[in-house]
T-cell receptor
Framework: TQLLEQSPQFLSIQEGENLTVYCNSS?????LQWYRQEPGEGPVLLVT?????EVKKLKRLTFQFGDARKDSSLHITAAQPGDTGLYLC??????????????FGQGTTLQVKP | DAGVIQSPRHEVTEMGQEVTLRCKPI?????LFWYRQTMMRGLELLIY????????DSGMPEDRFSAKMPNASFSTLKIQPSEPRDSAVYFC??????????????FGPGTRLTVL
């Protein structure tokens, strides 16, 4: 069974601080996606990484896919209260072809205090 | 363009009752996914369809759960009989296949189910 473990599960920081969320597995994934979910809403895709070692930046967010495609990280610089939410990583399973079947991590709840 | 539509948004029912959750995917999308989210287990894939055909239902917890997709614009998830442990937020998501295997799944707002 493929599993994705996220850490930390909860993070409460002050505005302006930096943070990193980790997503780890013993399995290799064909792709890795990061989603953000706000209360009462469904997850919304932030980014997709597909190549080992790939780094993508989205304003203050930096996403990295591990060289072996087993892990990923999300780094937020100078966090703002608007970054508050649940961050989910999701791995695309090998052999799933074009199905896009995803395995989700448990999520990291981030609270950024003003 | 409307996103994924789910109804009802909230459902409160008593143990033993039948519950039906509904989903309208984004027009033109050929995949539809049903997920369940709880604090304990996170977001779990229950079943997904491709072109209205169920492809993988290995995530369906037991025979009390069933899902149908009679046409490209409508799907239902039914729980009969419902139990308190079924209380969760149920999400429907859809996507269009691009052939790259990295397509974006678009989630609906979810149905919060409470079984008393």
């Amino acid at each position: 069974t493929q599993l994705l473990e996220q850490s930390p599960q909860f993070l409460s920081i002050q505005e302006g601080e930096n943070l990193t969320v980790y997503c780890n597995s013993s399995s290799v994934f064909s792709s890795l996606q990061w989603y953000r979910q706000e209360p009462g809403e469904g997850p919304v895709l932030l980014v997709t990484v597909v190549t080992g070692g790939e780094v993508k930046k989205l304003k203050r967010l930096t996403f990295q896919f591990g060289d072996a495609r087993k892990d990923s990280s999300l780094h937020i610089t100078a966090a703002q209260p608007g970054d508050t939410g649940l961050y989910l990583c999701a791995g695309g399973t090998l052999g799933s072809g074009n199905t896009g079947k995803l395995i989700f991590g448990q999520g990291t709840t981030l609270q950024v205090k003003p | 363009d409307a996103g994924v539509i789910q109804s009802p948004r909230h459902e409160v029912t008593e143990m033993g009752q039948e519950v039906t959750l509904r989903c309208k995917p984004i027009s033109g999308h050929d995949y539809l996914f049903w997920y369940r989210q709880t604090m304990m287990r996170g977001l779990e894939l229950l079943i997904y369809f491709n072109n209205n055909v169920p492809i993988d239902d290995s995530g369906m917890p037991e025979d009390r759960f069933s899902a149908k997709m009679p046409n490209a614009s409508f799907s239902t998830l039914k729980i009969q009989p419902s139990e308190p442990r079924d209380s969760a937020v149920y999400f429907c998501a859809s996507k269009a296949t691009s052939g790259r295997g990295t397509d974006t799944q678009y989630f609906g707002p979810g149905t919060r189910l409470t079984v008393l």
